[in-house]
C-alpha cells in the first residue's frame, strides 16, 4: 500500500469526523516523504490544519461549495474529458472492470472516476504503474491546481504534490484548453440544477466506447497485483 496516495486520496474525500481524528497520521505520514520536496510538503501543512481543527460542519460546506459547485473543479476526472455521454459511459464500465479485474472493489457511492477512488486504487498498485497513470491525466491535475491557486484554496497543494508524484510535465495546450471553461458558482439550486444538466450517460459493455485518453490510461493498469486486505474508503492511512 501507497501511504501517500492513500492519505491524498483521504483528504481530498468528504470530510468526516473520523477523517479529523486520523489527521495526526495522515499529516505524518506525507510529512515524511521524500518523494515530495520540502515545499511540496509545506504547502500542504495549512490544509493538515484545517482538516484537522476546524469545525466539521464548515469544512462539509466548504468541500461542498469548493467540489460540487462547478464543474471546471469537479472530482470526476471523466467530467473533463469526455466527449459524448456514451463515451463517458463506456469510460466507466472499462474503469468498473479494471478495478475488479485487480480486486479492488470501492465500498464508496461516488462515481468510479472521482478521484480519491482512483487514488485510493492508485495505492494499491506498483509505484511505476500509478506514476504512469498520474501522467496520463496531469493535464486535469494541473488545470485543477491552477483553478484552486487563484481561489487561494489550500486544497492546491494536494494537486501540486500529485504533479510531483507524476513526475512529469503537464501538455500545456491540454491544460491551456481545460482553462479556456468559464468557471461557474451557482448560488441556487435551480442554478446548480442547470449547470449540471446534461443528457443520459449510457454505460454499455464495450469497453472500447471510451475516449481515447481514457483507453490510453485504462491500457497501463492491466497487471494483476495481490490486493490489499483493506481495499475499502476508510479514514486513516494504511
Known sequence: MDRTLKSLSLILSYPTRDLQKA??????????????????????????????????YDL??????????????????F?????????????MVSLVETYREAGFEPATTELPDHLPVLLEFLATRPFPEAQT??????????????????RESPYAAVFAALLQLAGTQADQDAVAELLEEPETDPDDLEALDAVWEESEVLFGPDPNAG??????????????????PDRTSGAAAE
Not at 25 to 51: F, G, K
Not at 79 to 91: I, L, T, W, Y
Not at 211 to 228: A, E, H, K, N, Y
Open 211 to 228: 475516449c481515447p485518453q481514457v483507453r490510453d490510461i485504462l491500457s497501463r493498469m492491466d497487471v494483476p497485483v495481490t490486493p490489499s
Open 79 to 91: 467530467e473533463h474529458v469526455h466527449g459524448e455521454s456514451r463515451d463517458r459511459g463506456g469510460a
Open 23 to 56: 489527521m495526526p497520521e495522515i499529516s505524518a505520514v506525507l510529512a515524511a516523504d521524500s518523494r515530495l520536496t520540502a515545499a511540496a510538503r509545506r504547502a500542504l501543512r495549512p490544509l493538515m490544519d484545517e482538516l484537522a481543527q476546524r469545525d466539521i
Open 133 to 150: 497513470v498520474l501522467a496520463d491525466a496531469a493535464h486535469i491535475v494541473e488545470a485543477l491546481n491552477a483553478r484552486l491557486t487563484r
Open 60 to 77: 462539509e460546506e466548504s468541500y461542498v461549495a469548493l467540489f460540487d459547485r462547478s464543474r471546471t473543479l469537479s472530482l470526476n476526472l
